[in-house]
């Protein structure tokens, strides 16, 4: 929730603008923080707050699922979620509550699920950006594992959809062609036109053209440098320029 988010709305009216179990996080903590957009006050919430809401609260619940925090998710967790130092308290709030509410994972997922559910683009930068939190420290955990595949499951993606998106952050099997979705038996010029492909739609200028936070912008950058490690190694092998 980056500067200027927060704007003209007090904090129940976040929560009545965003709904559900999102809303009822978001309104609870936003306090005397305020919310800026144009129009009527309970009209459609931007995406930006959806967004960021929903990544923070399932962030602090996978931070519950193998019961500890280390500085090095704390500070992946910094870079992806930025915000105004004055706004950190908000955050952090907000993080701490959806540690410990009584509303499920599953609540929040789903939620995210139905907001974005003509843009499955954005569900897969969620998963994104809890698997970047998720192995700061090195590895993933059984627990956090459990818990993303359950977090995909709920956005609709399926175990060749997660599989992708984890090689950009775990070696599953060391297979740069996973990381693009590929087979092994591709062409070269089949893995220059996928590799062209991802750039075009992985490209942190499309979310900065869309609207979508900083947090958004963060996660396809890293999506990017992952996906150009992934062809640069396969050129290499094949003698590609």
Do not use: C
């Not at 950190?88 to 997922?109: P, V």
């Not at 599989?163 to 893995?191: C, K, Q, S, T």
């Not at 992985?202 to 963060?218: C, K, T």
Request: glycine fraction near 12%.
């Amino acid at each position: 929730m980056t500067s200027g988010l927060w704007g003209k709305l007090g904090g129940a009216g976040i929560g009545m603008a965003l709904g559900g179990p999102l809303g009822a996080l978001a309104g609870s903590v936003a306090g005397h923080y305020l919310f800026d957009r144009e129009g009527a006050p309970f009209g459609r919430t931007p995406r930006a707050v959806a967004f960021t809401t929903g990544l923070v609260a399932l962030a602090a619940k996978m931070a519950k699922s193998d019961g500890v925090v280390v500085p090095s998710e704390i500070e992946a967790f910094g870079r992806v979620v930025q915000v105004e130092e004055a706004e950190r308290a908000g955050i952090e709030r907000l993080f701490n509550l959806a540690k410990t509410t009584t509303a499920g994972f599953e609540a929040y997922a789903g939620q995210l699920a139905a907001t974005f559910r003509d843009e499955p683009a954005l569900l897969e930068d969620v998963l994104d950006g809890l698997f970047h939190i998720a192995t700061a420290d090195g590895a993933i955990h059984e627990g956090e594992e459990r818990y993303l595949h359950a977090v995909a499951e709920i956005f609709g993606l399926d175990e060749a959809a997660f599989r992708r998106i984890a090689a950009r952050h775990v070696r599953l099997a060391d297979d740069p062609y996973l990381v693009l979705g590929l087979e092994h038996g591709a062409d070269d010029a089949a893995v220059k036109a996928r590799h062209r492909q991802l750039v075009g739609e992985n490209h942190p200028d499309r979310a900065i053209a869309r609207g979508l936070p900083e947090e958004a912008i963060a996660i396809a950058t890293n999506r990017l440098a992952a996906i150009n490690a992934a062809y640069d190694r396969i050129a290499a092998e094949r003698g590609l320029r």
